[in-house]
């Protein structure tokens, strides 16, 4: 199977690989996926006041295509809004990497993680 | 451009050279068919299979007149199974194998559960992947035509205990039929001592070529198979089919050559194994060997690399030809049957490779695999983030993880 040269590029090279205190009210944090299944992903997104992504860091336990997918989202998140972030498709995540079918639930775990660091994010600072 | 090595030694061999060159001549100037009686071209090429089948016959002591050429490991193992049931299926209809068999023996099996009326029994295996002896011999009932145990496993590399199944048995009176595709040449094999009625032999897993294999089919007392193919009755009436002189010749060559090298080759074998074993382990924790410690053949190790998906590693050691136990290479996503069936862990089953040595495999070699594999496990478990709990402290059976 030979993958595109933006996926090995983000498996190389992961961008944003680490971690965020997860106790600080800025981070939110997504963990998703299993290891029983053969892919978690830990997503960490730290938002401003004016609710703008100015950092966001990742760990991913699976194959190429979710290191790839994953370091992709956090690229993408950064700097925008939390809505904007919300608004991201796992199909813009598989296009961009030229993922193959098989590999597309990657790109959708990508997704359910941004989309699970926001919610914490938001649980978190409930007013 | 970094050099690639080869590591996938179960998958297939490279042929050996002194194999080619025993081959050439037979695509070449001796081209008779080998069943033409009426004149010379025939003889030579009948002589030549002739040497081969003793060369076959000699590695796992057996007589030439019990080897059929075959295609290779997956007919033998059809025919095996097949044949014999054709043959003896209306007095008896009880088959018994193991889960962890390769799928030609499986396939063959639930043909004969779905199509022939026969019960099948799949043995389970020990975390060790050995079969347990006494299950076995609870198993076997008045009704039982055969039992089919592999010898050595491609996949985790262990083996079973032949010789003990072969006197179970015949003291119970049932065939005894080996898959030893990736035993001959690896153990030492005799028929005789193992009692064993069947047996299925590979040339591409033994330095021979692809597209030829063999049958052993015991004669004293004789065990009969009925045919898959009809036609001119060649191989004893139980294969017909003109043989290919050039791949008869080159299983008899290789065979030959494991004849007289086998012992220096496995002393060699555990040499490297031990060199990568140890150099893995040294420096990185957390990396289990599936499948038993000590009865297994030294160039198959099947290694679990914890908190880290195979596939990824695999993509970082790429230069490195490896198999992946967690078969997120294939269509399936599922980790292997064969893993599964030793009681591993899933998530231990997603994190797994095959390495395989044999006989080019260099020191230098192993050494390149080591550093290659060493960092590339320190990196992608610096992305896990099971790594990070796990060194946290965090007990990750405890969380409950959102299956997909």
Known sequence: ?127 | MIKNIYFDYQATTPVDPRVIDKMLPYFGEIYGNPHSRNHSYGWEAEEAVEIARENVAKIINANPKEIIFTSGATESNNLAIKGLAEFYGDKKNHVITCVTEHKCVLESCRFLSEKKNFDVTYLPVKADGLIDLKELEKAITPKTLLVSIMGVHNEIGVIQPLKEIGEICKEKEVFFHTDCAQAVGKILLDVNLMNIDLMSISGHKMYGPKGVGALYVRRKPRVRISAMMSGGGQERGMRSGTLSPALCVGLGEACRIYSTEMDAENKKLMKLKNLLLNGIRSQCDEIYLNGSEDQRVPGNLNLSFAYIEGESLMMGIKNLAVSSGSACTSASLEPSYVLKALGVQEELAHTSLRIGLGRFTTEDDVNKAVDKIVSEVKRLRALSPLWEMAQDGVDLTKINWAAH
């Open chain 1, 1 to 127: 199977m030979a993958y595109s040269k933006n996926l090995i590029d983000h498996y190389e090279n992961p961008r944003n690989v680490g971690s965020l205190d997860k106790d600080s009210n800025e981070v939110g944090t997504g963990l998703v996926g299993a290891p029983a299944c053969g892919d978690v992903m830990k997503l960490q997104i730290k938002v401003s006041d004016s609710g703008i992504i100015e950092d966001a860091k990742f760990k991913t336990f699976g194959c190429g295509s979710a290191i790839a997918s994953s370091s992709l989202i956090t690229e993408w998140v950064k700097g925008k809004s939390v809505d904007e972030a919300h608004s991201i498709k796992n199909t813009e995540i598989a296009n961009h990497l030229a993922l193959p079918p098989v590999k597309i639930h990657c790109s959708v775990l990508a997704e359910d993680a941004i989309k699970a660091a926001i919610a914490d994010y938001k649980e978190k600072n409930k007013k």
